[in-house]
Every structure is written in structure tokens, then in C-alpha cells.
């Protein structure tokens, strides 16, 4: 049972480059989120999914988008890379009893640099 | 703006030394919950507090709830080194999940 996983680890772009993020989960959870971490700032939310072939917007989504074909996947899209996108990315997902009051498991994090 | 805050954003303790995070949010909030993230690793699902005033221990840690349901605490009990990390509250609006900005500790053995 690994959890929650992500891929890359790490990677560099350069300015205008596209790349795609890839959270995968074996709990069968109904919900995932894609979140980015920066300094002082905590864990904020890009986008979410409440279940397989929906997703939905979160805090600070510009810039992003997703996919939620299959429910043990979601993918994060940069689809023109900005160095404001250098951050730290955590996926995560919970069993979708409640949105907001679930328990939220984490993937280890992918840390992307942009130039 | 930043819905949730928390202060102080680093504290650093002797081993043995209590430790007290705050956590305020600007808007009521349905439930609270706290997560620590060890240095180089993923935010970790601590407990959550859901009643007005509710008060939580787990072991030398103990969380509670606002009466307003707008700010929350979590105080640590005569630190240990496997204490170090960053520790998040994470609240929910009704419409909206927000985590706050962290605080950072270090314990000095």
C-alpha cells in the first residue's frame, strides 16, 4: 500500500515550458487536491476533485489545470511555466465523507523550478 | 488575502521548554484541523476539532477551539527533539479550506 505518490521529485524548467504532475493514490479515495507550498505563505489550494471526471477551482488556480480521468489519478498542468510557479507541489487525497472535514493524506511533494 | 494566520511563524525552544502555536482566521469556521510537517517531508493529519471551545490532548500536545470558532491553539508540553517541524492549522468555511500559514519549530537539545 504506498499511499499517495507523486512524479517527478524534482524538476527545472525554463520560462514557457509545459510540464504535467502526476499524483496517484491506492486507497480509493474520492477526493484529491493539488496544493503548492511556498515560504511564509503555508499550503495553499490549486484545484481539487471530488471525484473521478470532475474537478473544481481552489484558491490560487491560474496558471494550472487538471485532470481527473481515472480516480486513483489526478494531473497538474503548467502548460507555460512562469518562475512565479517555482514552488513546492503536494498532492493529496481523502475518502470524501465531507469536503473540508476529511482527513487529508499527502504525497511526498515535487519540487519545481522554473527559470 | 492570507484567510488563515498563524503566529508566531518560528519559535525556537530548549528541549524541555513548552511550545504554543496560534492559529486566527478572519471568517467563522465549521471545523479545525492541525497537521506538522517534519523538515523535508509531507504535512502529517494531527486531529480535529470541531465544537465551539473543544479542547483535544494527545499525549503532550494539546489543541483546542475558539469559542467563536475563529482561532485555534496547540501547545506542546516539555519539548523533545521529534518535536522540530512546521505545524499547519487547516480550517473550512463552509465553502472554502484553507490552511494557515505555519509555524516553524526548533528544539535545541
Known amino acids: 500500500n504506498a499511499g499517495v505518490t507523486q512524479t517527478p521529485k524534482f524538476r527545472v524548467l525554463k520560462t514557457g515550458q509545459s510540464m504535467t504532475l502526476l499524483c496517484a493514490q491506492d486507497?480509493?479515495?474520492?477526493?484529491m487536491y493539488w496544493y503548492r507550498q511556498d515560504p511564509g505563505m503555508g499550503l495553499r489550494l490549486i484545484h481539487y476533485?471530488?471525484?473521478?471526471?470532475?474537478?473544481a477551482k481552489g484558491e490560487v488556480p491560474d496558471g494550472y489545470n487538471v485532470s481527473r480521468l481515472k480516480k486513483q489519478n489526478f494531473l497538474l498542468g503548467l502548460e507555460s511555466a512562469a518562475p512565479s510557479q517555482t514552488s513546492v507541489y503536494f498532492c493529496?487525497?481523502?475518502?470524501?465523507?465531507?469536503?473540508?472535514?476529511?482527513?487529508?493524506?499527502f504525497g511526498p511533494g515535487t519540487r519545481l523550478t522554473v527559470l | 488575502g492570507q484567510q488563515v494566520m498563524q503566529i508566531p511563524q518560528y519559535q525556537h525552544v530548549q528541549e524541555g521548554e513548552d511550545f504554543t502555536t496560534y492559529c486566527n482566521s478572519s471568517?467563522?469556521?465549521?471545523?479545525i484541523q492541525w497537521y506538522k510537517q517534519r523538515p523535508g517531508g509531507h504535512p502529517v493529519f494531527l486531529i480535529q476539532?470541531?465544537?465551539?471551545?473543544e479542547v483535544k490532548k494527545q499525549k503532550r500536545l494539546t489543541f483546542q477551539f475558539g469559542e467563536a470558532k475563529k482561532n485555534s491553539s496547540l501547545h506542546i508540553t516539555a519539548t523533545q527533539t521529534t518535536d522540530v517541524g512546521t505545524y499547519f492549522c487547516?480550517?473550512?468555511?463552509?465553502?472554502?479550506?484553507?490552511f494557515g500559514t505555519g509555524t516553524s519549530l526548533t528544539v535545541i537539545p
Open positions: 476539532l470541531v465544537k465551539s471551545g
Open positions: 487547516a480550517g473550512y468555511t463552509g465553502n472554502q479550506f484553507y
Open positions: 471568517t467563522t469556521l465549521s471545523n
Open positions: 486507497m480509493n479515495h474520492e477526493y
Open positions: 476533485s471530488v471525484g473521478e471526471g470532475t474537478t
Open positions: 493529496a487525497s481523502s475518502h470524501g465523507q465531507g469536503w473540508g472535514t476529511d482527513t487529508q493524506y
